[in-house]
């Protein structure tokens, strides 16, 4: 059996996850730090990660990236989307008035995963603009938090499973400002996955860093992409942390590393004095909203 290392029930990787695996079994490892996450794995504790990088909305988790090109070595093996709901989770009837009707006036914070908060920056503004705003290591520990104070006017902004784990009540469901809210979330581990479900294509993910004093260095990078058509969905530039000024590239291709062309592609960018690093080259999956059961 797999195991898999996750940030803490209930939170949105955690539903991710049951999401991609549907109902195989596999062993899932909780932990409260996505540092703990990646570092399970790096050092053989779990067979794979589960790393959120993207969001539509909040753009790159620059952190989670910097996690993959500095400090551990853990290839990507799958990419999945799937959609970020929050809701706004207290202690039972909390927020509810005598006449059963939801009162948020003695709400006095609200706490979330700092990026599941901005998610619902005009909910909160609109809501509650007065409760005091505080950040948790993920949407799941903020609920537990609220569970283990009762009465004090707080809530948080996390999942329905992490309602459902911690035995909390779902005050208003679906409370993100924009209902495209969706996260890319990466499989990383030594060894390849096969899963059951089928791809809707295959990505390679490289790191290129440029040549100093090479005017023009990305123009040509990009241009060896080019005029083989090979369609590029994301490039982003991220500080190599060794010199100011310096950057990595950080450049999806859609194509699977074993293609005809990529390889060429490759070897040109080398050959202009760039240095080129695989990420992962793996299957990609769409979220399919009729088939996804999470439980």
């Known amino acids: 059996m797999k195991s898999i290392a996750v940030l803490p029930q209930g939170s949105v990787s955690h539903e991710a996850l049951l999401y991609l695996f549907g109902g195989e079994p596999v062993k899932v490892v909780h932990h409260k730090l ?9 050092n053989g504790t779990t067979d794979y990660s589960v790393i959120p990088i993207e969001n539509t909305i909040e753009g790159s988790v620059s952190l989670h990236i910097d996690w993959l090109i500095n400090e551990v070595n853990l290839p990507m093996q ?26 948020f006036t003695a709400m ?3 706490l979330s995963h700092p990026v599941a908060m901005a998610q619902c920056g005009q909910y909160i503004r609109e809501h509650a603009p007065w409760a005091e705003l505080e950040s948790a290591g993920s949407t799941s ?3 537990e938090i609220v569970k283990s104070n009762p009465g004090k006017g707080w809530a948080a902004i996390g999942t329905a499973l992490g309602a459902a784990t911690h035995g909390l009540e779902i005050v208003d469901r679906q409370i993100t400002d924009h209902n495209n809210n ?14 059951a479900r089928v791809s809707s294509g295959d990505k390679t993910s490289i790191l290129v860093t ?14 060896a992409f080019a005029w083989r058509r090979l369609n590029l969905s994301r490039i982003e530039s991220r500080p190599t942390k060794k010199k100011l000024g310096t950057y990595y590239f950080y450049i999806d291709v859609v194509e699977p590393i074993e293609s005809i ?14 240095q080129v690093r695989i990420l992962g080259s793996y299957p990609t999956y769409t979220y399919e909203e009729e088939k996804a059961e999470v439980q």
């Open 78 to 103: 799958t990419e999945w989307i799937f959609p970020s709901i929050q809701n706004l989770i207290s202690n039972p009837l909390e927020f509810t008035d005598s006449e059963g009707n939801k009162d």
């Open 141 to 143: 520990e903020a609920v």
């Open 261 to 274: 062309l990529l390889p060429g592609a490759i070897e040109e960018i080398k050959a202009l004095g760039c």
């Open 210 to 223: 440029l040549p100093e004093d090479f005017p023009g260095a990305l123009h040509q990078v990009l241009a």
């Open 108 to 110: 006095v914070k609200i």
């Open 182 to 195: 969706y996260t890319r979330f990466v499989l990383v581990g030594p060894q390849k996955l096969e899963l």
């Open 34 to 42: 996505i540092s703990d996450v990646f570092l399970s794995t790096a």
